[in-house]
C-alpha cells in the first residue's frame, strides 16, 4: 500500500518538471536568449527610447493601480455575494466569471462601443468632461475589468469558510463595528487580498487584448508594452527588439510578484509558524 | 439581586428554542445549564450576551434592564465552545483586544493595558506563552487563553459555551477542577453551558436542566440527582430506564408484581412513568425471588460492572450497574438466567398536558439478608 495518491515520487515529480519545463521554461530561455543576441549596448538601445519607458511606465502603473481596485471592489462583491442572500445571488455570482470567459478582444471591442465618445456611456461622461475610451482611463478600465474575478473567486472561500465566532467575540469584547473590520476581518483577509492583487496584477500586466481596442495607442500616451511588443514583430520583424522588451517586462513582473509573495507571507505568519 | 431572567421566549421559524424560560442568578453564584442539544441551553447563553434578543421575556440586572444595552457594554464575559481566539494576534494581544478597542476616553494607558495583561496571563498560568499565536497552543491553553481575554473586560457576568467540549477526556477533568477553582478565588457569576452531566453536577452550584425550550428542574446537584423532578430529568441525570407500569388506586403494578405506592395521588393524571436507575437493580438473594431475566453482557469499567438485562415481559434490555466487589460474590456467566430486584422506582404521573402532577418514589420491599451468599455461588470453584 502506497500512502501516496500519485504513483511514485519519481514518475510524478518528472512529469512535473517536464510540463514546467516544457510550457515555461523553455519558452522563456528563448526568450532570454535572443535578447540576450542584441548585447548590453544593444539592448540598452532598444529599451531606453522616450516612447518604451513611457509604455513601461503605463503598463505597470495601471496595472499596479487597476489590481488595488480590484481588491477593493472585488472584497465588496465577495462580501455581498458571500454574506447576503437575495434574488439572482446565483445570476450575479456567475456573472463574476465573465471576464474570465469573454475573448479579451470581445471585452476590448464592447468597452470601446459603450465609453466611445459617441457611445452609450461615453457620450454621457463627457459633457462632464470626463473621457475614457483612448485615453489612459480605459486603459485603467480595461485592467480592472479582467483582473476583478480572479480577486472575487480567491476571496470567496475564505470568506465562506470565516467563522461569525471571531465577529462575534470581538463583539462582546466590546469592539465597535468599524474595529471589528479592521483589527479582526481585515487582518485574516489580507493574506487572501494579496494572492488576489498578485493574480490581478500579473493579468493586468501582460493583458493585451482588450487594453489596445480601447487605448487607441497613441504615441507617448496610451501605448503599453505589450503592444510595442507586437508592433515591432507585426510591422518591423524586429525579434530582437521585441525580445529585448519581454525580458524588461519578465524581470520587473517577477520582482513585483516576489515582493507580493513576501508580503504576503509576512501577512499570514501566524499561520505558517509551528 | 444579581440577575433576573423571566419568561424569556425565543422562536427561529417553527422551532421554539426558548419557552417560558425564568431564572434568577445570585451575585457570585455558579450556574450550570445542563441540557442535551437543542435543548435551548445555547440560545439563553446568546440572548444573555447580547448576541440573540428574545421574542418575549425580559432579563434584569440589580433592577437594570439588560436587553436594552448592546452586546458591547454589557460587561459581560463569552467564552466561545471552540474559543474563537483570533488566530493572527498573539496571546496578549487577544488577551489585550477588550481593552484596546475601548473608546479613547475609558481606553487604559498602554502600559496599564500591559499590566494587566501579565497579571491576567499570570493567573491563567501562561505567563511563558505572552509572544505565542494560537496555533502553537494546545487546546486547553487554548481555552485559558479565552477565558483570559473574557476576563480582561473585567465582566459582572461570565458565560461560558461547552467550555470543556472540545477537549479529551485528561484534560478536560483537570480544567473543571482547575475552573472551580479558579471561580472560587474569583466570585464572578457564572454560568456555562454543558450537555454533560458529570461536569455539571461536578463544578455547579445550581443545575438548571433544560429540555426542548423549557426548564425541567433548577436545584443543587444533590436535589437533581436524588429528586429528579421530572421524567425526563430521571432519564439524562440519573440514567433513569423506563418500565411498563401502572398506577391503580395506591398501588403500583410492574411487571406483574404489586407494591404498596405511599404520597402519590392520582387524580387529574393521565400518563404514568416509572423509572428505575441502573444502580437500583441488584441480583436477588435467592433464587425465583424477583424478576426472571437473563444476562446479556457485561461489562467491566473502573471499579464497576455494567451489565445488560433482559427482563421476562420487557421488550427492551435494561442497564444495571453493580460495584466489583458485589458481583464477585456472584457467578452468573453471559446468556445465563440471573433473578434481579428493584430497590427503589420512581414514579411520576401526568396530566394531559405532560406537566409533571405528582412523584414518589417506590421501594418495594424485598426479604435480604444483607450478608447472604448467592444460591448459585459455587463452593471452592
Redesign the interface.
Known sequence: MSRHVLPGFRLSAGYTLAVLGGCVLLPLSALLWTACELGPAGWWAQVATRRVLASLRLSFGAALLAASIDVILGLLIAWVLVRYRFAFRRVCDALVDLPFALPTAVAGIALTALYAPNGWIGSRLQPLGIEVAYTRLGVLLAMVFVGLPFVVRTLQPVLESLESDLEEAAYTLGASPLQRFSRVLLPLLLPTLLTGYALALARAIGEYGSVVFISGNRLFRTEIAPYLIVQKIDSQYDYRGAAALGAVMLAASLLLLMAVAVLQRWTHRWAVLR | MGIEISRLRRQFGSFIALDDVSLDIADGEFVAVLGPSGSGKTSLLRIL???DQPDLGSVQRDGQDLLALD????G???V?Q?Y??????TVAQNVA??LR??PWRLRPKASAIKASVEALLHRVELDAFASR????LSGGQRQRVALA??L??EPRLLLLDEPFGALDAQVRVNLRRWLREFHRSLGITTLFVTHDQDEALEMADRVVVMNRGRIEQIGTPEQIYHQPATAFVSRFIARGQPLPGEVAGSSLHVLGHAWQLDGFSSTDIHTVAVHVRPEHIVPATRHGEGLAACLLSLRHVAGTVRAGLQVEGMDEPLEAEWSERDWSRHSVGVGEPIDVHFQSLSVFGMDREGRVRARTDCHPPYSASPIAIGPWRRLGA
Do not use: E, S
Open positions: 450576551a447580547g448576541l452586546a458591547r457594554r454589557r459581560v464575559g463569552l466561545f471552540h474563537a481566539l483570533f488566530p493572527h494576534m483586544f477588550g478597542v475601548r499565536y494560537p496555533a502553537q481575554r473574557a480582561a473586560i
